[in-house]
């Protein structure tokens, strides 16, 4: 569910700002299991961290444990004390420390990506 403050000008105008300076995130992680590349958590914060600071923007991510799965919510400020965030739930196969930190990680990647309409790259 997607929630956002009464007014989001200033905050839309600083996203719009943020968005023509950040690239896509670059696809540096092996996944052996699917044979594939992918850009972790940590690529995405590095992809996103100086182009939001720079407009005034930060993001906040609060993890819950959810029947059968884990949920993310993602918040969007501006310094205007404007925001807008939406959670991201993602099912686990197993709740343990192994499961849960997982699915947090996938849900806080999924969160920053769809959020800020952040695509990934090869690299």
Request: proline content about 3%; hydrophobic content about 40%; overall charge negative.
């Amino acid at each position: 569910m997607m929630k956002m403050s009464e007014e989001i000008s200033a905050l839309a105008a600083a996203l719009s700002k943020a968005q023509s300076s950040i690239e896509d995130a670059t696809k540096g992680t092996e996944n052996d299991y699917f044979k594939s590349k992918y850009a972790d958590l940590s690529a995405v914060r590095d992809t996103i961290r100086k182009p939001l600071a720079e407009n005034e923007l930060s993001i906040a991510q609060f993890p819950t444990t959810a029947p059968n799965g884990v949920s993310v919510e993602t918040v969007l400020m501006h310094s205007s004390g404007q925001y807008m965030s939406a959670s991201v739930w993602v099912p686990i196969s197993k709740m343990d420390a192994h499961g849960i930190g997982s699915g947090i990680t996938y849900a806080r990647r999924y969160g920053l990506m769809s959020l800020l309409c952040l695509a990934s790259e090869d690299d």
